[in-house]
């Protein structure tokens, strides 16, 4: 084969994987590039503009890779090699000017996107809604401690409400993540994570365990629905209502009891202070002992 058609013939290949590309790549959904809420969309731009920076680094190093080996290909008789770049000071300083100017480019988008999009820092005004969340082996429990409901594997949210998710383990670590609301962040055991969102679309979004955690894990998965806050509340009132059912500490053991694919459930009522008793019977079990002891009848 001519060195000529071999060279075609690669034109050709990365012609049809473009084009195969620019086919199949529109018709996918990517959550995190396809945000509902507010934290999620800076963390989109963030992405993307990290993205286009190191570009300018790639781009030119991809193209100078192509044209070097097509010049001094071996069927090129008129290119003459000539090593001697080594003490070219200009050439030298070109190529460690343009990194240091992109790393210190993405030191500053990265310094200011940290505190901006900080776990822990609200992200609108208003009065946040607080969410407890669990990470159980294999299911989530989420828990409206002043709303005093709970549910399992199913999460509703107000549209445009501060949402403050206070976050636990009781099972081996594990990862809370909404990927079209947010980024992810650790649950453990016996320690109290947060992370603020702020839903901007209403819609039903998958959540899901960003940590490998057994056997059970392919099935530890969630819906996040967003509702207006007039439907929220009525959903409040209607799910005390309800009497699906008392969360109290002893039916929480008989939950936190290993299970695969646990179908969605709720609770009409949460009896006392179970998310700081969850948290204490690993950092301290005499208080858990004394907090379970003091839990409402």
């Keep these: ?26 018709g996918l959904n990517y959550a995190q590039l396809n945000p509902k809420g507010l934290v999620a969309d800076k963390q989109r731009d963030l992405l993307i503009t990290a993205s286009l920076i190191m570009l300018l680094v790639l781009v030119p190093v991809y193209a100078m890779t192509a044209w070097i080996a097509w010049r001094y290909r071996e069927g090129n008789k008129k290119a003459v090699y000539r090593p001697d770049w080594d003490r070219n000071r200009f050439i030298e300083g070109v190529w460690w000017a343009v990194p240091v100017v992109i790393i210190g480019v993405l030191s ?13 820092r609200q992200q609108a005004d208003g009065r946040p ?19 005093g409901v709970a549910a399992l594997n199913y999460l509703r949210l107000p549209l445009d409400r501060p949402l403050r998710f206070e ?14 609301l947010g980024g992810q962040i650790y649950a453990m055991p016996g320690m109290r994570s947060q992370l603020n969102l702020v839903a901007s679309q209403p819609g039903k979004y998958p959540g899901r365990s960003a940590n490998i955690s057994g056997e059970g ?27 699906g059912g008392v969360l109290d500490w002893a039916a929480y053991q008989r939950l936190a009891e ?15 202070n179970l998310f700081d008793m969850i948290i204490a019977k690993y950092v301290a079990p005499p208080a858990a002992q004394h907090l379970n002891a003091m839990k409402t009848p």
């Design 167 to 180: 976050i636990t383990a009781d099972a081996p670590m594990n990862s809370f993540w909404i990927p079209q």
């Design 129 to 147: 809604l607080t969410v407890q969340v669990v990470a159980l082996q294999w299911k989530w429990l989420f828990i409206y401690p002043e709303q």
């Design 258 to 272: 290993p299970s695969k694919n646990q179908p969605a459930a709720l609770y009409s009522s949460v009896k006392g």
């Design 217 to 243: 894990f392919s099935g530890m998965t969630f819906t996040a629905e967003v509702i207006s806050q007039p439907d929220f509340n009525r959903w409040l009132s209607n799910a005390a209502a309800a009497g």
């Design 1 to 26: 084969m001519s060195g000529k058609l071999r060279v075609v013939l690669v034109i050709l290949l990365a012609v049809l994987v473009l084009a195969a590309l620019a086919v199949v790549l529109p």
């Design 108 to 120: 500053v988008i990265t310094w200011q996107s940290s505190h901006q999009l900080d776990p822990f």
